[in-house]
């Protein structure tokens, strides 16, 4: 059997499900009477800031640069990664809206219950693809490969409503339920103002988007008095359960939901309704609802993020989201009813089953609770990465991002960087690979490092400090007893001599200081250098010196105990990966705790 899910993976619950059916569904009245939008935001509740760190990509999954975003009056542009970071975003309560533009797609959205701490957004934008070419004047049908159509009657207008003669040329996407990609691709989230400008979840069997353009790229829409009729084609999952008619929804732009104008009806497999203007429309059956929020957290009380949560209706089905970096995921859910709820790993490290399995509700009004996940068998590991992100002159980051993830390039969590500091958290099996890597981000200077590995020392991971700097491909940075952070990028040596002996030195006289370092592990016996955890020993050396440090007179031995973990050593050419920690005497015999980050190419 088929099983048709929505799944919104971003950070909330967008709108979990359609919930108690309207006693008009296929009676919508007072359909001539305009909504009153001042009227209907009574329901976003107060207003709030919140900072939303969002992706945004093409229908293949690449990022797609210099897109505007923007929220009420705060403005962003994506970098090259398709990331946009907007801090301290003017939104509601229980309503967010982020708009998406750029020349050469159709504009898109993404509305959004907002959570405390950093949203997180994905959002897939449709190219503006002419699928077929019909001319004012003429009546014409331009219809996709799936069936999904729009019968024109020739009669266009231009933006200032005067009459369009000449070639028109059409725009049109279908969205089908049963395509998990449909929740990034649509606008908005499934909320709505009814007939009656009443608040209402949606159920949806199908979306149509349809632009129309003129000869010379000018938008066109139907003139007034004229229609057109719209086609729909519904999956075989959704059969069973589709009414016999259904209302029809079209997205207002400017206000970020959905809005209840006429109806459609089941002809054969599709839906066939009549509309008199053109936008997204969006076949629905709507339903009242209570905003829940869920915090899921470890037995120790630790956030969990990234973890994707999916609650499940008796009558709605299955809807769910991300939980974001505090552990946290809302929306909307069916009012007065219990729930299941199931609580799953994201990424290819996840464990088999659930991680949680329960019910939850009913909820008569808006509600908080924290899900407790156990972890009896010891099968998962949560692992929990903090670390400090400084540019090319050591100064903190104030806007940036970090993205963790594993040693196969799969994301796993990604953090808004402020101050300098970040802290990312996942699960991951305890049978997978301890190798995670880092990319940073400087938002503000377009500044950013490389892809760097480190290994995971659980439960915590300090990988020190990270440079974004886009001059230098390799660099040492370290904190003496948790001070400032300082930085070499020059002059750095790596390498294997055989495969006993790994070092990684630097040496620099400027006339005034020496700076060096000397650090590595000389195996005795011959044993060969791989990838783990050396903890102080005699085959571990290490030994430096900046304007205001240095260890003793011995490099080696009884006045340093310091700890190598290495992530990855890579040919001649490539990186070695590594941090390091632990504490020396200094040349007055005074102990110091020192924590480091090596990414140095491989010299020999």
Known sequence: MKITKIFFITSFLLCLFSCNNDDNLNTPQNQDQDPDPIAFAQNFGSVITRTFLGTVVDSNNNPIENVTISIGSSVASTDANGVFIINNATVNQRFGYVKAEKAGFIHASRAVVPSEGTNKVRITMLAETIVGTTSSGTEDTITLQNGASVALDGNYIKPDGSTYSGNVNVIMHHLDPADENMADQMPGMLYAANAQNEARMLQTYGMLAVELRGENGEDLNLAEGSTAEITMPLDASLMATAPSSIPLWYFDEV?????????????????????????????????????????????????????????????????????????????????????????????????????????????????????????????WITETVIGNFTDCNENPISEGYVRLTNNFDNLLDIDFVEDGEFELSTLRCSSSSNIFKLYAVDYVNVQETDSISFTYTSPITNVGTIASCNSIEEFVTYQVDGGDSFTNAFGIQAGLDGESYLGISYYDNNGTVYNQLSIGISNEGGAPVTIGVYPPSNNTFFSFQDETNATGPNSTGSDTSITLNISEIGNVGDYIDLTFSGTYLDENLVEHTITGTIHALRDY
């Open 255 to 379: 206000n970020g939901y959905w809005i209840e104008d006429g109806t459609a009806t089941l002809v054969g497999n599709a839906y066939v309704g009549t509309v008199s203007h053109f936008s997204f429309w969006n076949c629905d059956i709507p339903a009242e609802a209570v905003n829940l929020c869920i915090t899921v957290t470890d037995e120790n009380g630790n956030t969990l993020s990234n973890l994707n949560a999916q609650i499940t209706s008796t009558l709605y089905g299955s809807r769910g989201g991300n939980t974001n970096g505090s552990g946290v995921v809302c929306g909307l859910v069916p009012s007065n009813e219990s729930l299941g709820l199931i609580i799953y790993e994201t990424g290819s490290d996840a464990c088999t089953g659930s991680l949680y399995d329960g019910t939850v509700g009913p909820f008569a009004s808006d509600s908080n609770i924290e899900i407790v996940i156990t972890n009896v068998s010891g099968e």
